[in-house]
């Protein structure tokens, strides 16, 4: 019987070791997989690719990374990827403003994976290339801004609001009650003087008459083929095409292309899912 134990004896201590580590383990095991490269880069890449995917709530991981891409001398063309139903008006305008920078001193050519409507095509309008997928939307240039009205709600339940304010209009957007019609005139005039900027800045672009904004904005969903028509992108294609068209325009011989980094993508990923959490439950000036 001891013979048997102690022919057994490494394997029950491994067994042992395992059962009594198998978080701490299980956990080095992870971190390794995250950290470690995927593939030796054995030449330096030289075109990248950079995705814009959810509701746009914030733009400042999206922003970093094209002003890393314009400041790498190595990078000589950017592939910015768009799959958004649009967001907020201000990030969507910082990515428009980066990407207007970025082209300054290097290539950019957008590719429309799915949907790139509202603040994503606002971002995406000063690239040098618009390709958008056939089965891809576009469009959807307008401005929205909603609101609850909970009194009825409030009244059911014995719940009723007070208000100390200075400033006639400074309640403007509340969900305690009925907005009131000076109140209502007050947001259309921020939302219309936000259609505006949006048709100025699409005009600018895209080499439009804002005259015709009714063909090609006025807040129309367009399918890529459609939307080619009234000038919003430059051609219908897959991803394949869309890289094909930044290798010829930054006219390098060997494209290597840049990995995302896996920290990067959780990351990216992680705040796509958050702020489409978010853009669900609260509303805010967005274009759509």
Same mark, same amino acid.
């Given at each position: 019987?001891? @013979?048997?134990?102690?022919?057994?004896?490494?394997?029950?201590?491994?067994?042992?070791?395992?059962?009594?580590?198998?978080?701490?383990?299980?956990?080095?095991?992870?971190?390794?997989?995250?950290?470690?490269?995927?593939?030796?880069?054995?030449?330096?890449?030289?075109?990248?690719?950079?995705?814009?995917?959810?509701?746009?709530?914030?733009?400042?991981? /999206?922003?970093?990374? +094209?002003?890393?891409?314009?400041?790498?001398?190595?990078?000589?063309?950017?592939?910015?990827?768009?799959?958004?139903? @649009?967001?907020?008006?201000?990030? *969507?305008?910082?990515? &428009? %403003?980066?990407?207007?920078?970025?082209?300054?001193?290097?290539?950019?050519?957008?590719?429309?994976?799915?949907?790139?409507?509202?603040? =994503?095509?606002? $971002?995406?309008?000063?690239?040098?290339?618009?390709?958008?997928?056939?089965?891809?939307? /576009?469009? =959807?240039?307008?401005?929205? &801004?909603?609101?609850?009205?909970? %009194?009825?709600? $409030?009244?059911?339940? @014995? !719940? =009723? $609001?007070?208000? !100390?304010?200075?400033?006639?209009?400074?309640?403007?957007?509340? $969900?305690?009650?009925?907005?009131?019609?000076?109140?209502?005139?007050? +947001?259309?005039?921020?939302?219309? @003087?936000?259609?505006?900027?949006?048709?100025?800045?699409?005009?600018?672009?895209?080499?439009?008459?804002?005259?015709?904004?009714?063909?090609?904005?006025?807040?129309?969903?367009?399918?890529?083929?459609?939307? #080619?028509?009234?000038?919003?992108?430059?051609?219908?294609? !897959?991803?394949?095409?869309?890289?094909?068209?930044?290798?010829?325009? *930054?006219?390098?011989?060997?494209?290597?292309?840049?990995? %995302?980094? #896996?920290?990067?993508?959780? !990351?990216?990923?992680?705040?796509?899912?958050?702020? *489409?959490?978010?853009?669900?439950?609260? *509303?805010?000036?967005?274009?759509?």
């Amino acid at each position: 019987m001891n @013979g048997i134990k102690q022919f057994f004896s490494p394997f029950l201590s491994t067994m042992k070791f395992i059962q009594e580590h198998f978080k701490a383990m299980l956990f080095l095991l992870i971190v390794f997989l995250i950290f470690s490269p995927s593939q030796a880069e054995l030449k330096p890449a030289n075109l990248t690719e950079i995705k814009l995917e959810g509701v746009i709530m914030d733009a400042s991981l /999206v922003v970093e990374k +094209l002003e890393q891409a314009r400041k790498n001398k190595r990078i000589k063309g950017v592939l910015f990827v768009v799959n958004s139903p @649009g967001g907020a008006v201000p990030p *969507s305008i910082e990515i &428009m %403003e980066a990407i207007k920078r970025l082209k300054a001193e290097k290539p950019v050519v957008v590719y429309a994976a799915g949907t790139i409507a509202s603040g =994503s095509y606002y $971002a995406s309008i000063y690239a040098d290339e618009i390709v958008a997928n056939p089965g891809s939307m /576009v469009g =959807s240039i307008g401005v929205i &801004m909603q609101g609850s009205n909970f %009194e009825k709600l $409030a009244q059911k339940i @014995g !719940v =009723s $609001a007070q208000t !100390v304010k200075a400033g006639k209009f400074k309640e403007v957007g509340t $969900a305690s009650r009925e907005w009131k019609p000076y109140e209502t005139a007050e +947001l259309k005039k921020v939302i219309n @003087g936000t259609y505006k900027l949006f048709v100025s800045d699409v005009s600018k672009a895209r080499h439009l008459d804002p005259k015709d904004h009714e063909d090609f904005a006025d807040a129309h969903i367009f399918t890529a083929s459609q939307a #080619k028509e009234v000038g919003l992108i430059d051609s219908v294609g !897959v991803g394949f095409d869309a890289k094909n068209a930044l290798i010829k325009r *930054s006219k390098v011989k060997k494209p290597v292309w840049k990995k %995302e980094d #896996k920290i990067d993508s959780f !990351v990216r990923r992680l705040s796509g899912e958050s702020a *489409s959490f978010l853009a669900a439950y609260f *509303s805010d000036l967005t274009l759509k």
